[in-house]
């Protein structure tokens, strides 16, 4: 229906001034170490009597979701248990979750983890409230439109941004094809982000998911369309934040300072792209990571950088901006210095955190899909500078092969 550039634009400008009147919230932040401790407090404002506490087997080994369970347990709170959420969250664990969750009575959700639990219990949050629907059906924008059960997000990665976004990202176990739910009753009520769940995170993690929010926080910001004067500021903010603190905490990790200013750039980037949208680097990274399970953050950290090369002087300027925001630009440069020195900059961090510079299992015969499903995500709906048919997907796909 709307096909090529034209189709695409046309799109995104009705899509924009529809966006304009919806009712955008962010998920109310509640910060500082110890912050966990606030959870029951919470839940009693929200009414949650019986929350469900979705969380995954790598965060209950670590001791992380003992910190949080303990905190329900001396305050009294008779909490369900998912904890077995995978790292790329399928159809099959939503309806796990929520089944519990209807059959255990709950009425709330704590979503504890890094972005697969708490898209896990976003999208149950939706099977609750639409118990006749399947995950699929809900898949899309703007099929949920009843307000799903309370949602506390308590993020244990700074990257995802999930803690403040309309969208679950979720892989149909038979396809291997990872879409998002995205709706404004997913945005969770309050974002608890605590710097103390965060020091035991491996370098590798704190690398990839770190990229992962920088990616958030570019792609919003090279937005064509959707963007917002306070999207702008949080994505400009986020960025500065990452080139600040990104490195601190991959080098060390106790440094709580860090890992806070990394919590905040992480929501702040979140609630940048959940108004402005991602764009092709993320829908070529969710191919990835539904057909090779690829973490999320390295997917986009590998592609990030040829995107952007592959965009050229179309985004020089906006670049030079983010060049400038990072605190990288060159006195005097050109936007054309500024923005290479910012490609640079990303491969840099790219390099000095152990991330790859592409991939060696991108399967010939699998190609053709990731073109196609990369070409269904992102057009018409995202509001890339650079349209991708199915030939610029193609090139990027060659680009990031090893
Ligand atoms: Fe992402």
Redesign the pocket.
């Known amino acids: 229906m709307f096909c090529g550039v034209p189709g695409c634009r046309v799109f995104q400008t009705v899509f924009n001034v529809g966006a304009k009147v919806l009712p955008w919230r962010r998920a109310v932040p509640v910060t500082g170490s110890g912050a966990v401790a606030k959870i029951p407090g919470l839940l009693g404002q929200l009414g949650v009597a019986r929350p469900m506490v979705v969380t995954d087997r790598g965060l209950m080994e670590s001791g992380t979701a003992g910190v949080v369970l303990g905190v329900l347990e001396d305050a009294s709170v008779r909490y369900a248990l998912f904890d077995r959420v995978e790292s790329n969250p399928t159809v099959n664990t939503v309806n796990c979750i929520a089944e519990q969750y209807r059959a255990q009575r709950c009425d709330g959700f704590v979503a504890l983890g890094g ?1 697969s639990p708490m898209d896990a219990a976003k999208a149950a949050g939706a099977r609750a409230v639409f118990p006749n629907k399947t995950v699929n059906q809900l898949g899309g924008l703007l099929r949920v439109w009843k307000k799903i059960p309370p949602l506390v997000a308590v993020p244990t990665t700074a ?3 999930s803690e403040t976004t309309i969208a679950a990202l979720i892989t149909d176990g038979e396809t291997r094809h990872k879409y998002a739910i995205m709706d404004l009753h997913l945005i969770p009520t309050y974002a608890v982000l605590d710097p103390d769940l965060l020091t035991g995170l491996p370098p590798a993690i704190t690398a990839a998911t770190g990229m ?1 929010a920088l ?2 926080a570019v792609e919003a910001y090279l937005c064509w369309t959707y963007n917002t004067a306070e999207s702008i500021r949080f994505a400009l903010d986020a960025v500065k934040g990452i080139f600040a603190n990104l490195e601190k905490t991959y080098n060390d990790g106790n440094d709580k300072g860090a890992r806070m200013a990394m919590l905040e750039a992480s929501y702040n980037a979140g609630f940048a ?1 959940t108004r402005a949208g ?1 764009g092709n680097v ?1 829908a070529i ?1 969710h191919t990835l990571g539904g057909l090779y399970d690829t973490p ?2 390295i997917a ?1 950290a590998v592609i990030l950088p040829v995107v952007l090369e592959d965009y050229g002087e179309r985004v020089f300027k906006k670049l030079s901006a983010l060049s400038e925001a990072a605190g990288i630009a060159r006195a005097g440069a050109s936007d054309h210095e500024k923005a290479r020195a910012f490609i640079g900059a990303v491969r840099g961090l790219n390099e000095r955190m152990g991330i790859p510079r592409g991939f060696d299992f991108i399967k010939d015969e699998d190609i053709p899909r990731m073109i196609a499903w990369a070409d269904k995500e992102a057009n018409p709906l995202y509001p890339v500078p650079v349209v991708y048919g199915k030939k610029g997907f193609a090139r990027i796909i060659q680009r990031i092969r090893r």
């Open positions: 972005g990257g995802t941004g992962d990616t958030h792209f991602v993320h990274a999320h953050g986009n």
